[in-house]
């Protein structure tokens, strides 16, 4: 045989060796270890969040919320002692971007949680990896049925209420409201589109005419053009803000005069008017939803509460639809650490989210059950009128399957002191 | 006779070539090629697994990802280094392999049939359905020069993203199709590190790519691409059929990128278009030139670097508090500044890459101690 290679081979079989003794050799150590991201002082927790990219217009500001009221719970003693540090990493809504980002903050900077993850097409990357490693993926920001499967993916729940029961509810209203009119849907080209549109066919049969748009592409023309060639009337719409704006902008271009009705993911009024800038007028009339108390509602105590810390740690950015988001989705999670108990650990918070029972800013119940992972139980409609977003009518509440709309009465909770939640 | 038959073919050498290293030697003296080559893989790919073990999750993805690039860079250095042909559209390439081993691993989910084999069997088809899309890419080709062949491949790879929304009902648009995990086989112990396992399988289509190529750089195919680069109208004049060389090369190095492409996709058990835009074809390009072009070391150069700048921008981010805007505008594009930095200073200071400027630098070193006389 060759010298290079009987020396090749014999160095080979003695690394082989080498690799056989040391393989596996910290693995189980490992494992037995402490909960990632938890100290005596501290939890660390991660999201992904558009920062930049299509979606950013508004969005973006929900992560800033969410940071500046941990910010004021920190300043308040944080929970059982502990702080909470929120790692907010840019996926740019690219779902290429949310699986590489939300591996770093699991695998690198050990988060003990991700919270708000934000986006449909995005979570949905990640939830066979999230599932893996057993981490809580709490109160994912989107309403895609896909976060209530406690039986595929335990550690998944959702918080807004679904696409398909905003669906329902805004199709019954449409019933009501517009008999006899000619009922369209525009929506996002995956399953916030597919889930809305699913909810407002359960109620009002096959709609007249349906598009849909990619959010990397902005060319909303030629759909918009084919919902005025069908003759639509009325247009029910799963967009993202700045989708809510290209699309109302282009239908009044093509002299499209509907009756748009909005999902509340891209229906705040403060996001799309600035979107649409001198043209914002087109938004008057405009039907929207929303299940937390308005920005614009100073009476109300939660509001008022807010706006204390919005002007202390969040000053910069308008107090929108989004910041309200931010803050209340950060509230209920307090709510649930506390729940789990001094003695944190991932099971201890998957236990008790499913136990529910969370009391908030929120206008409808959670349906947080054991075989339930989906959040709010349902939407109240708000109009633009003079340039304010206002709620009108009543609260609705159903669920995604075959169950009736029906209206809730029960008024929300008042804000505890400094709107940090009791223990 | 009055006009050359081959008057229509442009028969200068590439532009390239001025970048290239030096033709290899020809094999050494004594000894088989294959059994060399095989020698290496095996002490590399111990090297590997030996770091492997000692790594945290996070790192070994990192392995994991610098294996999945390499199987493509290798492949596509023997097309453009090599063979003189340059692609703009391997992204794409990279994307139709992806893209296979999701649809074939979701098909055998569906059908309730799991196992390890499936992970080998969808790379598998994965190389198969990218070679042949190569081949139909490379008929184009071995017809079109210069920027007309640039122009092509850059069609193809701005292509993708349109297709998968188009045909939302397979693709599933930019939303993607996620897939199960490939799990470690369960002799390998339950605390086994998932990321490890990820990392072996990566690095296995890696070595298995080095091998090949390695083979195929010092065999007559080999020769024959380097003599159809360097001068068309002699290599014919050789009897090497000029079209059916540069055909196989795109082809062999479609393979390869379908190969990376869809050990990508295992190792993030989902594939979405929004993973391989326009940029990764140009990335792609740039590692390759900038790790030296036609040299399968300078090809593990680039995958380093690939993998490194992926990293960068978050890195920078969270060293340096930046204002918020700033960081923002940096998110999109630090890589592609940096890239491009490294590109003009790699071309300046070290025109033959960076595997060339190592090269020289221990040649130098060698020169300085002379080697003792047996």
Known sequence: MHRIARRGLAAAASLALLVGAAACANDEKNAAGNVPGVTDTEIVIGTHQPLTGPAAPGYARISAATKAYFAHLNSKGGVNGRKITYKVMDDGYNPANTENVVRKLILDDKVFAILGGLGTPTHTNVLEFLEGQKVPDLFVASGSRSWNQPDTYPTTFGWQPDYTVEGKILATYVKQAFPGKKVCHFGQNDDFGRDSLLGVEKVLGPVAAKQTYTPTNQQVGPAIGALKAAGCEVIISATIPGFTALAMGQAFGQGLRAQWVVSNVGADYTTLSAQLGDKKAILEGMIGNYYLPMAGDSADPWIREYTKIHQRYNGTNPLDGNAIYGYSMAYTFVQALLAAGQDLTREKLVDAVEKGGFQGPGLTPFRYSADDHSGYSGVRLNRVQGGVQSYFGATYTTDDGDGEVREHTQPPVTPPADAVPAS | ?374
């Open chain 2, 1 to 374: 006779m009055t006009q050359s038959p081959y008057a229509t073919v442009d028969a200068r050498p590439s532009p390239l070539r001025r970048l290239l290293p030096p033709p290899p030697g020809a094999a050494g003296p004594r000894g088989s090629t294959l059994l060399r080559h095989l020698v290496l893989a095996v002490l590399a790919g111990a090297a590997v697994v030996l770091l492997t073990n000692q790594l945290e999750p996070y790192r070994n993805l990192q392995v994991a990802r610098v294996c999945a690039f390499l199987c493509v860079t290798a492949g596509f250095t023997i097309l453009v280094g090599l063979n003189g042909q340059l692609s703009l559209g391997h992204g794409a390439l990279m994307a139709t392999g992806a893209y296979t081993v999701a649809l074939v691993q979701r098909g055998l989910d569906g059908r309730d049939l799991r196992g390890q084999w499936s992970v080998p069997l969808s790379l598998l088809l994965a190389v198969a359905v990218t070679a042949l899309l190569g081949l139909v890419i490379g008929l184009a080709a071995a017809r079109l020069r210069g920027p007309y062949l640039a122009g092509v491949t850059l069609a193809v790879a701005t292509l993708v993203p349109a297709v998968t929304t188009i045909f939302t009902g397979v693709f599933n648009g930019e939303q993607g199709l996620p897939f199960p995990v490939a799990t470690p086989p369960a002799f390998l112990g339950a605390y086994f590190q998932p990321e490890r396992w990820l990392a072996w399988i990566a690095l296995l289509a890696a070595l298995l790519t080095m091998l090949l190529m390695a083979n195929l750089v010092r065999s007559r195919y080999g020769r024959s691409l380097r003599a159809v680069r360097d001068d068309e109208v002699a290599a014919r004049l050789a009897g090497i059929h000029v079209a059916r060389t540069q055909v196989l090369a795109f082809v062999v190095s479609a393979g390869c990128a379908g190969l990376g492409g869809g050990v990508y996709a295992v190792l993030t058990a989902t594939v979405a278009s929004g993973k391989f835009p326009l940029e990764l074809s140009l990335f792609l390009l740039m590692a390759i030139v900038i790790g030296g072009l036609g040299s399968l070391a300078g090809a593990v150069w680039g995958a380093l670097l690939l993998v490194a700048l992926q990293d960068l921008p978050a890195l920078l981010t969270e060293a340096f508090t930046l204002p918020g805007g700033l960081a923002q505008r940096l998110e999109g594009n630090l890589a592609l500044a940096v890239f491009g930095l490294i590109l003009i200073v790699v071309m300046l200071v070290a025109p033959g890459g960076l595997q060339d400027a190592v090269r020289k630098a221990t040649a130098r070193l060698g020169r300085r101690r002379p080697r003792p006389s047996r």
